[in-house]
């Protein structure tokens, strides 16, 4: 493994460390989750590039390959300051980030988790409530890399393609509405836009979409980590709900 690197990343999360440093969590698109100590990164003349949700060009430099590192980095996309006036957008930037940073393994390569999520950041722009289904998207695909991927090609108990309606909280695969109909209380509601369907989508939809992979990244992704889904992603999930309502 290299001792130097230097590439785009976006910024998961820092946390302080001695007097002024900091250990910042990155995503990157070679080396997956990726953290590095910022010296200075907790002062006032730093902080601000090291939030997150950021884009950044880093530089991590180590004597050895398993060392924490130095960190380095030159903004690109400041996109926390531009969501702070925006609560659905930064709830929903801090949810991608606490996700990801909580459930992707170190140094290990998520190409795809790392543009998806580089490519919902720059969505903000147009609004969070348009970014919604993007990142619902994105979530089932950080399910999908880690191996817990959801089944939504057809109805697992008919075979069917048509009238995908629900997804069975056990087994992730969909069930369409009418063979459903004895146990649809028990089941997902699986909104229409993940099947790759067009059109608007409501928020009702987005609520629908951010439980439905919210109980498998309960489940599977951190069912058996401390502390479990991070905070920042039920908070998410509150905003949007509240709105509806």
Known sequence: ???????????????????????VTL??????RHAGL???GASRA??????PG????????????????????????????LALEDPLGLALLSAACAVAEGSLPEREPHPRCFHGLVALVARLGEGAAAALPDYVRWEAELLT?????????RCALTGSIEDLAFVSPRSGRAVS??????????????PRFLLGQSGPVSLAECLAGLRLTGHFLARDAFG???????????MLTDRVAAAIA
């Open 1 to 23: 493994m290299s001792t130097e690197w230097q590439g785009p990343a976006i910024v998961l999360g820092a946390r302080p460390h001695g007097e002024s440093g900091a250990v």
């Open 145 to 153: 890399e880690l191996g817990y991927g959801l089944d939504l090609a």
């Open 27 to 32: 995503l990157t698109e070679a080396l997956g």
């Open 224 to 234: 058996h980590r401390p502390g479990g889904v991070p905070a920042a992603r039920g």
């Open 38 to 40: 910022a010296k200075g």
């Open 177 to 190: 509405a009418g063979a459903a109909e004895p146990w649809a209380v028990r089941l997902l509601p699986l």
């Open 46 to 51: 730093q902080s601000s590039l090291w939030m």
């Open 54 to 81: 950021n884009l950044i060009e880093a530089r991590w430099v180590a004597r050895l390959p398993d060392q924490l590192g130095a960190l380095s980095g030159e903004l690109v996309h400041p996109a926390a300051a």
